[in-house]
């Protein structure tokens, strides 16, 4: 309900593995452009509630309004929610097609309007959202997860969205409209969308950009592979090929479980969201990441996820993953506090000669023998470091093989030879 130049939105949690749902507070969209785009205030009830928890470490559990930081658009655990690069991209180019159409200027989008303009049944996490004094969630829209079936359609659909021109084609907006649906949901630069496999999973498919030089989807799926292979826990995932010479690659959804009423959200949010940091702050480090499953990690996990934590940063060093940027670790919510997410967006870099995070709270340089030193803080013994090092370096030494195995080319091979240590 719009009041004056604000709108009040009721935010529910619906995570059935921590309670039932319930409202847990509301979300108040100023209307008129401000660096303030929203405020949020939890219920009485979610304050009483025995499962109540921060959402975010920046709202802290009180009665009344509550005002992200002027740096911040937005609480990072409703960005967390929000589209980034690809989504964004999509939203804004409705925004100009709607806005011609209608004879006006086109709006400047602001966070709050990505966020509420992601269809409900794919929105990361278990966060929804509904009008005041209404019942129905905002954005529900029956194409957001189309079946698998359509997904060669989506892939022609956004190789063909960055022609120049393109928007002069009668079908420019209903092809705006097929990719919004599904894809306006996910983050990162690349074009994606949602699509529900033959049994009900929500999954991502990952599609060629007309940018790519290499095959980037068939890599992903080769480094998601001998991430498994390693002992670090990944969705399940697979490869496709469609209309490019490179391929899709198709990833099941974390943030959902199969429960005894179909598919169930889980609980979100980005490692960015849990340390309280904001994207552009770039002296971020894997020491930050201890500290927050050691501040916030789930009781009697504590020990095993940053053992998981340690195999990843060895992995990504010899592996060449290096945009390991804070919004590619994220969180799920159990009862007693939060879990490492499984591993996702991992892939070798051609182009980038250091780490998005410090290695030790100093240097990015891709040096396994930094990431050694720093084992007493992932609670582990010299002796067990070495031994998780030995057996992912073991287990990487049959890389080339993996990518032969997967149709990787000599050529594109060759190309991962000065990346991948192993």
Known sequence: MAKGNRKTWEVWLDAPTLAPKQRVGSLYQNLVKTVVPATFAYSADWLQAPIKFALDPRLELYKGEQTPEVDFPAFGVFMDSAPDRWGRLLMERRELLNAKQQGRVPRTLQETDFLLGVSDEVRMGALRFCEDEKTQFVSQDTLAAPPVTSLAELSEIARRIDEPGIEKLPEYQKWLQMLISPGSSLGGARPKANFREDDGA????????????????????????????????????????????????CSKRFDRVKGAHGLERRMYVSAMTLLERRDGQDDGSYLHLIQAIEDHGAQDHVDSDLEQLFRRVVFNVLIGNRDDHLRNHGFLREPTGWRLSEAFDMNPSTTKVGHALTLDGQSNAPDVNLVLKTAQYYRLKDAQAQSIFDDIKAELSHWKDVAHKHGLSSSEIERMTAVIQA
Do not use: Q
């Not at 290499?214 to 995932?237: H, M, N, Q, S």
């Open 202 to 249: 929500l999954w991502i498919a990952k599609f060629p950009s007309m940018s790519d030089t290499y095959d980037v989807g068939a890599w992903e799926f080769v480094t998601r592979k001998l991430a498994e292979r390693c002992e670090i826990k990944v969705p399940d995932a697979s490869l496709a090929k469609f209309n490019s010479s490179y391929h899709t690659y």
